[in-house]
């Protein structure tokens, strides 16, 4: 039982519209997998089938080897899910709806939820409806983590958040793989995703675009080469994988797909006095991922 999730060929279609495309993936016990996409990308569709919350079209989704369609109970009792938009009842205190959220998970650590409480800085004696979104996502978020579940699904749970509770977060979740658990987290929040994860899945239109560490991929997209010059600087646009080539007086920067061995046997000669490498940032490999043409597929 070494695999937390198991999806196999998991399509969803509504009417010709295909949400989700004959999606194949892998989570293994103990890993934070982190799961994005552009939004209508089809992720929380994937958490829904996942769930056995709605019916496939084709395909497989499998909890600890549990059958999500077929043995939805046993499953669910593995899980604690935080959806991106939480129903909770208007009417109870931010503690009364902790109470239900546990018996519905059906096991609680009661110390480390009043711990969560105080880390989080939830008031539980306010009514749900006078909650900010921020304070509704805690109250969901702490039921989870109190769950202590072998496997948290949590999707976009950070969205309302401020800057000290993403940190409140991120060590909770930390302390939750150090605990064993396992966790899928939907996000769109890139920093939390490079500090978290250990592997990520890219869905763009219903399709697994790609899927690996953050460091894989950001070896799949180009690199950036800046170089000043005392002279005018080389020509290079004709170089295989070179483009997006831009000169300015002494100064060229380019980028470059695949080995830049080729581009410095034509930059040394002509005598760099600098000479800058850049690896995409997050927000450009996600930008050339998410936009047309992204993805090796
Ligand atoms: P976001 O980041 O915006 O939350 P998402 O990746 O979670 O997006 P989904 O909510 O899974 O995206 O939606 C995927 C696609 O499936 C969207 O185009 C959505 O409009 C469509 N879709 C979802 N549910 C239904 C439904 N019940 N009937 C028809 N289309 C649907």
């Not at 109250?139 to 496997?151: G, K, M, Q």
């Not at 797909?257 to 000479?275: F, H, S």
Request: charged share 25%.
């Amino acid at each position: 039982m070494n695999m937390a999730i198991r999806i196999n060929n998991l399509t969803k279609r509504y009417g010709s519209f295909t949400a989700l495309d004959n999606l194949n993936l892998e989570v293994k016990k103990g890993e934070i997998f982190g799961f994005l996409g552009p939004n209508g990308a089809g992720k929380t569709t994937t958490i829904r089938l996942l769930l056995g919350l709605i019916r496939p079209t084709a395909g497989l989704a499998a909890i600890f080897d549990l059958d999500t369609q077929k043995q939805k109970e046993a499953a669910h009792k593995l899980v604690a899910y935080v959806p991106g938009e939480a129903n909770l009842w208007p009417f109870l205190t931010g503690a009364e709806t902790l109470h239900l959220l546990e018996k519905v998970h059906g096991k609680v650590d009661e110390k480390y939820r009043d711990e969560l409480i105080k880390r989080f800085a939830l008031d539980p004696n306010k009514k749900v409806r006078a909650y900010s979104k921020g304070n509704k996502q805690k109250v969901s978020l702490i039921a989870a983590l109190a769950s202590r579940a072998e496997l948290l699904i949590l999707d976009e749970p950070t969205s309302g958040l401020d800057p000290l509770m993403e940190q409140a977060f991120r060590d909770s979740i930390k302390e939750a793989q150090s605990n064993g658990q396992t966790v899928f987290l939907s996000s769109h929040i890139l920093g939390e995703v490079e500090v978290l994860c250990d592997r990520v899945a890219v869905l763009k239109s219903g399709k697994l675009v790609e899927l690996g560490t953050l460091a894989e991929m950001r070896h799949l997209s180009a690199v950036t080469i800046e170089a000043t010059f005392a002279g005018k600087p080389p020509t290079v646009d004709h170089l295989a994988g070179v483009g997006n080539v831009k000169v300015h007086n002494h100064h060229l920067s380019c980028q470059v797909n695949g080995p830049i061995d080729e581009l410095l046997r034509v930059i040394t000669p002509a005598r760099p006095i600098t000479l800058l490498s850049r690896e995409p940032s997050l927000e450009e490999l996600f930008l050339s991922l998410y936009g047309d043409g992204g993805g090796r597929k």
